[in-house]
Each structure stands twice: as C-alpha cells, then as structure tokens.
C-alpha cells in the first residue's frame, strides 16, 4: 500500500556511523525529511527471508533452564516472561545528543535531553557496551531489567522507566551518584558525618527497594529476586537511594503440583565474591559442612541486604577489620558461623538507630534461610523503628548526603580491595 504523508512533520536527524577496515569512521549528521514512498509488489525480493515463529514467540523460559528443574517448576505469573516494549521512542532520539556517564560490565550509560514547554529535562539512555556482543543473552537480560522497572512504577524506592526497545532502556536521570559513591567518599573522608538516624534511613531504603522488588503487583509471594545486590545498584535521586540494574534479576517458579510453593535452587548462578550469601558460598566451595539444603531464590538477596547495611552502619566493608579476609577465609567464616565484627562504639551504643540496625542485620544474617525473614518484614521493621525515634506516624525517609570531594575519582580500588572477588560476580 501507499505510505500517507503528514505535511506538518519536522525533518529528523540521523546520526550515521560507519567502520572501513577495522577503522571506526566519524559520526556524521543529516537532515533527512520525511519523503512518499511508493511501495508495489515490483518491490518485493524474489526470494525474502521467510518469518516463522522463532520471530516473535516469548523465549525467555529458555534462559531458565539451568536454574529450574521445568519438568517440576513452572513460572508463578505468565507476564514474568513477557516484555513491553515501546520502540517508537527510541527511533525518536537525537543520538547526536549522547553524552556518555558510565559503563558497567556489559551496559553503557548516557545522559539525554528533551525539551517539555521550554525546560531541558535529562534522562538516561542505558545501552549495551560497543565493544561487548549483542547476542539473544544479552537481549534477555534488557528485557527482564526493563519488566522489573515497569512492574515497579508504584515504588518511591526504584527508579521509573521512560521507554524500552530491544537493549535500550530510557530511566530516570540520577546525578547524585550511587550508594558505593557515597560509600567511597566518606571512606576517603575518614568516616561519614552521617547520624545514627539519617544511617537508618539509608538501610530502609535498602530493604525497601528489595521489599518492593520481591512484592510486584502486590503479591504474597516473591515474583523476582535481584541476585546482584552490591553498593553499586542503587542511586540516589532526591534524597533516596533508589534499586537499579535488574538485568541479572530472575523470576521465582513455583512448584506445578502445588503453585502456593516455591521452588527451591541448589546453587547460585552468580560468581563468587565476599559480597555474595551464605548459601552460595556452601554451595560453590569444597568446605565440610552439613547444614546445606536447597534454598528459596529471595532468601539470598535478604542476606546481600545485610552485607549492605553492615557497611552503611560501620563505614566499613563485611571481613575488612580486624584483617581484610578474601573470599576463601569470608566462606569459611560464614560456615563456621562467624559474622563481621561491629565496631564497640557501635555495639555499646544506646542510639536507638544503632541498635534497630543491629536488629536488622540480624535478621538480614540468620544462618538458616528458611528461618531468615522477608524482606518486606525487615522494612516494616525499620520503618517502625524510624516511627518511633521520630514520634511521627509518616517519617521523613529522605536524607541529605555530607559533600564529596568534587575531585574525587570514578575508580574502583577501594572497593575491589576490600572485596576480593568482585570483578567475577
């Protein structure tokens, strides 16, 4: 058929980039207009790729099937695979306009404008990295990062989507960096100017943002764990430090016989770092041990919530002090049973901050997993606590971080020092 022209179109800008023997040319700019085109069966290929439903059928099941037994397991909700892609959006951008922020392990982050009644607002453009293949992996996990943000539009602590096509997601612009930002700066400073409440306050948003992941469309059950959780996923956005980077994130089946059951897994699917749960550390390590079962997903991000609020309380990374523990010496201690140590000033400490955090943790680290509580029961917790310091039945949970050092550095050092292992989860 015939395309219909819209004379009140503006002309778009491309951005064209080429590579000639290995040599990446330069961007090049031009206006094209919006032109009729006249399409007839002439125009056809004679031999055209043939669409079969390998094109558009759902995949993501696919992905799963190291991590649950299918023949068992099912998923809890048939929109846990499903994507909503709004690509239109997309071919819209001026990619002329990128400005590039950072790059995680596989993705790119760039700032955006658009211009609404006068004012620029900014918005983040994350894409896959240029130098790291695209394939159908890398696909899937846009797709689940992008389900998880829409899912949790409602949530004050994640980040809201603006668009997703294929591996772009358009999000919220977060310039005051992220909480392993903040980490860094005041480990630098020699400790935070943070008080005890305003610590709280973080760990709430902590568990919150978890909370609100593992509850999607308000169910009783966890529908996602994050599986990722690390000082770098959360940024902060007026004055909250708000859960992001759900693209290693993965849906929780359940049992097909009894779907009010989830189902259980006997291993992580993440690399080994001190960061990383209990569980994992006994199911990927040759130590002797006998208290190992197979454990539900959502129980090892409450544990990885714990390693951050340990932090957030102590200034101090999990196995820093009295000696810096790699990862071997961190599993064989969390066998064993062993914690942490909390500073003294901490652990006598009468703040009421100090102690629900203590409470907290203690929670968060339960050696039994099926004994460890629920995220959404460790924020109510805290949320009680904050309830009752403030005497206010709706508490500010927003908190204005000390300055960093305008200089300071987008490197990692301290922290994979600190973490041994961390450049492999």
Avoid at 37 to 55: G, H, R
Avoid at 124 to 145: A, F, H, L, P, T
Wanted: charged share 25%; proline share 6%.
């Amino acid at each position: 058929g015939n395309s219909k022209r819209n004379n009140n179109q503006k002309p778009r800008v491309v951005a064209i980039v080429g590579k000639k023997e290995g040599e990446v040319l330069p961007i090049t700019n031009a206006i094209i207009p919006y032109n009729l085109i006249k399409i007839s069966e002439q125009d056809m290929p004679d031999d055209p790729p043939l669409i079969d439903s390998t094109w558009f059928e759902p995949n993501a099941a696919e992905y799963l099937t190291d991590k649950y037994d299918l023949q068992v397991c099912q998923p809890m909700h048939e929109w846990q695979l499903q994507s909503f892609p709004n690509c239109n959006s997309f071919h819209e951008l001026d990619l002329t306009q990128l400005r590039y922020i950072t790059s995680g392990t596989r993705r790119s982050a760039f700032e955006l404008r658009e211009v609404v009644n006068g004012r620029h607002n900014p918005f983040v453009y994350k894409s896959g990295m240029w130098n790291v293949g695209i394939n159908e992996k890398r696909v899937e996990m846009q797709r689940v990062d992008a389900l998880v943000l829409e899912k949790t539009q409602s949530s004050k602590f994640v980040p809201d989507i603006h668009g997703y096509c294929s591996i772009g997601i358009l999000m919220d612009y977060t310039p005051g960096g992220s909480l392993y930002d903040y980490i860094k700066g005041v480990r630098l400073a020699g400790g935070s100017t943070l008080s005890p409440i305003n610590r709280l306050r973080i760990a709430l948003h902590i568990t919150a943002g978890v909370a609100d992941l593992q509850s999607i469309a308000g169910s009783s059950m966890p529908t996602f764990y994050h599986d990722d959780l690390d000082w770098h996923q959360y940024l902060y956005v007026d004055g909250i430090f708000k859960l992001n980077d759900f693209n290693y994130a993965k849906p929780i089946y359940v049992k097909k016989h009894n779907t009010n059951e989830q189902c259980t897994l006997t291993k992580g699917h993440m690399g080994i770092c001190k960061g990383r749960s209990l569980e994992e550390f006994q199911a990927k390590a040759n130590y002797n041990y006998t208290d190992f079962s197979p454990f539900r997903p959502d129980t090892i991000d409450i544990w990885m919530m714990g390693n951050l609020i340990y932090t957030v309380m102590t200034d101090l990374y999990p196995f820093e002090k009295p000696f810096n523990l790699n990862r071997t010496e961190t599993g064989k201690k969390l066998i064993n049973g062993e914690r942490s140590e909390i500073p003294e000033h901490i652990w006598n400490s009468h703040d009421p901050s100090y102690r629900a955090m203590m409470e907290a943790l203690d929670m968060c680290w339960t050696y039994r997993w099926d004994k460890r509580p629920s995220a959404r029961y460790v924020t109510d917790y805290l949320f009680g606590e904050l309830q009752k310091i403030t005497g206010e039945e709706n508490p500010d949970v927003r908190v204005t971080l000390p300055e960093r050092d305008p200089d300071q550095k987008n490197t990692e050092s301290d922290y994979q020092f600190f973490n041994d292992g961390a450049n492999d989860c």
